[in-house]
Nanobody, 126 residues
């Protein structure tokens, strides 16, 4: 069974940092791309970053480029999202998702994900 579990969310002041984790199980980590999405209250879900651990390809949307860094630990089957210089607009529930692909790009966010995590809440206060 494919499983993804997010952790690391919380409350932080604007300008602060958080690191989210997405622990995975039940599939060959290197055969998949893992992406981070977020959904703010009253807004549609937005894809923000992805990584393909097998090829080390990464992608960021403009809204987070330069502030967020995605990485993977192949030994732990875990993907991280380091979020720096957080802004109140970053407040959202953050989800990780997996899709069978060895390369991630902007088109990743339009694919049908094979599995989703339950989400972790990030709140950035001004």
């Amino acid at each position: 069974e494919v499983q993804l579990v997010e952790s690391g969310g919380g409350l932080v002041q604007a300008g602060g940092s958080l690191r989210l984790s997405c622990a995975t199980a039940g599939f060959l980590f290197g055969d998949y791309s893992i992406g981070w999405f977020r959904q703010a209250p009253g807004k549609e879900r937005e894809g923000i970053s992805c990584v393909a651990p097998g090829t080390n390809s990464t992608y960021y949307t403009d809204s987070v480029k330069g502030r967020f860094t995605i990485s993977s630990d192949n030994a732990k089957n875990t993907v991280y999202l380091q979020m720096n210089d957080l802004k109140p607009d970053d407040t959202a529930v953050y989800y990780c998702a997996a899709e069978l692909s060895v390369y991630c790009s902007g088109s990743f966010f339009f694919l049908s994900m094979d599995a989703w995590g339950q989400g972790t809440l990030v709140t950035v206060s001004s």
